[in-house]
């Protein structure tokens, strides 16, 4: 591949952060959780509207985490990253347009095309992480990966405004009696917009990233897609222990993970119980979207500097400075603050991550190995949450279970120091000299 060509495939990954970041800020995070509990479960009591809002995410997340490292075989047994990519990314584009039809007491349909678009979205992420390895150089992985997530921030950022300003203040031009239903058009409207955008933007992907070379194992001729998924599955569980560093990460990795994940899912509800207005939660959501773009590409400029793990110490640091902060947080401005803070480290944490996973795997195995990485990252927030809701409820308050983070930050951190990534790096570059030895890559698909 010439150089015009390599630099375009890398334009064209970046642009899928771009593209699917959009489901990440509107329907996860921002527009959804409301309508849904507001509207789509206005029949229901708050409690219990919430807690179906709950169990949804989590169904959705559990069945993500369960099929990631199942359709990761999949993909790289039949040369397909990117038409597996291209099915998750319809099928997630679906479920958020489907969205739309949600009207008041359909918290049902709601649950159900959520659960449809977030296994979408989960699904198309893990063979958009496996094509990094084989878009970027690897002097050049955290890089690229920090590029990505700056173009997410900046996509869902950018449509979030829109729905935002769509939401907010298309209702005051009508009549005073019309702007609930015009409110309730328009939050379906947003879910529109994001899927078209998603679909959009993902088209560069498609157009200029190239297949990576399919691998075939002794034995596998005769396997079908599924029966090679789980013959692999069973044989990287045996040869775990020829991955050492690559374990011990992901372990790191999980635990540090919930302490970021906390954070970033529990913010807003901490913001409100302690008094802090939706003005300001709402403009700190955006602020920490757009402020977060710079610091990912500066966080990657450092890794090459101090290398990519002294990068992450400083990142989980100044989150568990943050966590301490947040135990004294009573004024709008010192929420501003920490916003600010948080929107330092969030891209650089989470894209260094994904580039340091991607030194140590073989290229052939990616998708396989970042099922698995996709399964640390879901179940990533199941302790973080499950512990600052235990804190909480024990103390009466949420103050110190903001502290009790720390716990995540310092062990994650521990277990970082005993990784060592060159070593991990010579045993993935190993296993894939010996697949290459056996010929057993660029097999037709």
Do not use: C
């Not at 649950?111 to 958009?128: K, M, Q």
């Not at 947003?190 to 998603?198: K, N, R």
């Amino acid at each position: 591949m010439d150089e015009q060509k390599r630099k375009r495939a890398i334009w064209a990954w970046t642009m899928y952060d771009w593209a699917n970041s959009a489901f990440a800020t509107t329907i996860m995070a921002a527009v959804l959780p409301v309508y849904y509990t507001s509207v789509a479960a206005a029949n229901l009591p708050p409690n219990i509207a919430t807690a179906y809002w709950g169990f949804t995410t989590s169904i959705s997340a559990l069945l993500a985490a369960i099929i990631s490292p199942i359709l990761g075989a999949m993909a790289d047994f039949s040369g397909a990253k990117k038409r597996y990519l291209t099915i998750f990314m319809i099928l997630g584009v679906t479920g958020t347009a489907l969205l739309y039809f949600v009207r008041t007491g359909d918290w049902l349909l709601g649950s159900l095309f959520f659960i449809l678009g977030n296994i979408g979205f989960a699904g198309s992420l893990v063979y958009y992480d496996a094509l990094l390895p084989h878009v970027a150089r690897p002097d050049e992985l955290d890089q690229v990966s920090s590029r990505g997530y700056a173009m997410g921030y900046i996509g869902g950022g950018v449509l979030l405004a829109i729905n935002l300003a769509m939401i907010l203040f298309v209702p005051g031009f009508f009549p005073p009696e019309q702007e609930a239903e015009i409110t309730q058009l328009m939050t379906r409207m947003a879910f529109l917009t994001v899927a078209v955008w998603w679909f959009i933007f993902t088209l560069p992907l498609l157009n200029y990233v190239s297949e990576p070379k399919r691998r075939i194992l002794p034995g596998e001729e005769k396997f079908n897609p599924v029966q090679a998924s789980f013959s692999r599955l069973s044989t990287t569980f045996k040869e775990i222990r020829n991955y050492r560093d690559l374990s011990i990460f992901l372990l790191a990795f999980w635990v540090y993970a919930n302490g970021i994940g906390t954070i970033i899912t529990m913010a807003t509800a901490y913001g409100n119980e302690i008094g802090i207005g939706q003005t300001t939660l709402i403009g700190t959501l955006l602020m920490v979207q757009f402020l977060a773009a710079p610091f990912a590409i500066l966080f990657g400029r450092l890794a090459k500097r101090i290398g990519p793990k002294k990068a992450i110490y400083l990142s989980l640091s100044v989150y568990t400075l943050i966590s301490i902060m947040g135990y004294f947080l009573q004024f709008e401005w010192q929420f501003w603050a920490l916003g600010a803070l948080v929107a330092t480290v969030q891209g650089g944490s989470q894209a260094l991550s994904r580039s340091v996973m991607g030194r140590m795997i073989p290229k052939s195995k990616s998708a396989e190995f970042f099922g698995f990485f996709s399964v640390f990252e879901k179940f990533a927030n199941i302790a973080g949450p499950f512990l600052f809701g235990v804190v909480s409820t024990l103390t009466g308050a949420s103050r110190l279970s903001i502290v009790s983070l720390i716990f995540f930050f310092g062990i994650g951190m521990y277990l970082l120091s005993r990784v060592n990534i060159e070593r991990g790096m010579k045993v993935a570059e190993l296993e894939e000299q010996t697949l290459i030895d056996q010929d057993v890559l660029n097999q037709p698909a």
